[in-house]
């Protein structure tokens, strides 16, 4: 082995392991190989579209495009903003989120369903008003609903434009399938099951949808001044402009509008150009996820 590939593969650890921290949390690299490498039976069987969708780095570009896409919800705005800490501890509840979908997605049926429980818990104590009095309460199914279809929508979309294997139009359906059974779970109405209900599920809420001064810090927080050290903040800055162009033509405005974000404003080539080199990237340094045992898929 030459001095440059030991090099190359010393950087790509590196790399790999600043990546997944920030994603993962300190306790990631256990709790990763505890929720691939515990025996015992899945939800989803590993020829499953759910799985190559979550465990593609598109879902870097899909994450960021969802949050965005989550925030023009005006009562789920209010929530986030009240009870999530997104601002004051940005890093833990991307841990949280991303250990929640890889339990669910790749865990033991036992570890998903407590997974899932946790999170019932936390959602039946949270209640509030908005700033114009209107009361909700996080397990309310209709918001459940929203935040279900704004991610299936955004990593769907993100997988399709930047994932290593786009699916076909079946497996698009049959990845939507797979998202609704954790939907459910988690208390959401009737989340849609395939492409075309996905869209009619969209179109019910677009007249909800709108900017409100909480969705404007918001994506001031997440397109602008992100809590990164400045090394990272190119490669982010080409996966925020990814993830904006990645939203339909009212989103994308509705999202930048106000917010003082010039990544909206990326011409679609440039955007789409920086999203592959940075996927490509992180696919690159990312290490790959351990090997279950003999009897963990079953």
Do not use: K
């Amino acid at each position: 082995m030459t001095r440059a590939t030991t090099a190359a593969r010393r950087i790509r650890r590196q790399a790999g392991d600043a990546v997944f921290l920030r994603v993962a949390g300190p306790d990631g690299a256990r709790n990763r190989e505890r929720i691939h490498s515990t025996p015992g039976p899945r939800w989803f069987a590993p020829d499953r579209p759910v799985r190559r969708v979550h465990g593609d780095a598109s879902m870097f570009v899909g994450g960021l495009a969802a949050l965005l896409l989550q925030s023009l919800h005006p009562v789920a705005m209010a929530a986030v903003a009240a009870h999530s800490g997104y601002r004051g501890d940005p890093w833990g509840r991307l841990h949280r989120t991303s250990t929640f979908l890889a339990v669910t997605t790749f865990g033991t049926s036992a570890d998903a369903e407590a997974a899932v429980a946790r999170v019932r818990e936390v959602h039946a104590r949270i209640r509030g008003r908005t700033a114009e009095g209107v009361p909700y309460r996080a397990d309310d199914p209709e918001l459940l609903t929203w935040v279900h279809i704004a991610e299936a929508d955004c990593f769907l979309r993100a997988h399709q434009r930047y994932g290593m294997h786009p699916l076909d139009p079946a497996d698009c359906d049959a990845y939507l399938a797979d998202t609704a059974r954790v939907a459910r779970a988690l208390g959401a109405d009737r989340p849609p099951e395939n492409a075309r209900e996905l869209a009619l599920r969209m179109a019910d809420y677009r007249p909800t949808l709108r900017p409100t001064p909480a969705s404007r810090d918001t994506a001031r927080f997440l397109l602008t001044d992100p809590p990164l050290p400045g090394a990272a903040r190119l490669p982010y800055a080409l996966l925020a402009a990814a993830a904006v162009e990645l939203l339909a033509p009212w989103a994308r405005e509705a999202v930048t509008l106000g917010s003082g974000s010039t990544a909206g404003w990326i011409p679609g080539p440039a955007a789409r150009a920086g999203g592959h080199t940075v996927t490509r990237a992180i696919r690159w340094a990312l290490p790959p996820a351990p090997r279950p045992s003999r009897t963990a898929e079953t």
